[in-house]
């Protein structure tokens, strides 16, 4: 079994910074990607970054410039970096990861339990 637990999120007035962290944990062979989706009240949930295990990363536009992703490889961690925060962050940020179990075994997608940022005006 594999968890996923994220800290980090709450509130923060627009223009400041929050950092977002989850660690991996279980039984893991490899992590191929690392990603952070959000999910606004009412709005499908969005990736908003994503980060290859050789360090390629993907912004979804709105968060490009602002938002930085990394990842540890060694710690099965992944960091999100959240700057110039604006009202419409708002959301529930929720850590993915697509890993494998074993060597040759399937990829699975696991999903940590969400933290909740919102940046007020």
């Known amino acids: 079994q594999v968890q996923l637990v994220e800290s980090g999120g709450g509130l923060v007035q627009a223009g400041g910074s929050l950092r977002l962290s989850c660690a991996a944990s279980?039984?893991?062979?490899?992590?191929?990607?690392m990603a952070w989706y959000r999910q606004a009240p009412g709005k499908q949930r969005e990736l908003a970054a994503a980060?290859?295990?050789?360090?390629?990363?993907n912004y979804v536009d709105s968060v490009k410039g602002r938002f930085s992703i990394s990842r540890d490889n060694a710690k099965n961690t992944v960091s999100l970096q959240m700057n110039s925060l604006k009202p419409e962050d708002t959301a529930v940020y929720y850590c993915?990861?697509?890993?494998?179990?074993?060597?040759?075994?399937?990829?699975?997608?696991?999903w940590g339990q969400g933290t909740q940022v919102t940046v007020s005006t």
């Open positions: 980060i290859t295990s050789d360090g390629a990363t």
């Open positions: 279980g039984s893991i062979f490899s992590i191929k990607t």
């Open positions: 993915n990861a697509a890993l494998l179990g074993a060597a040759w075994g399937p990829l699975y997608d696991y």
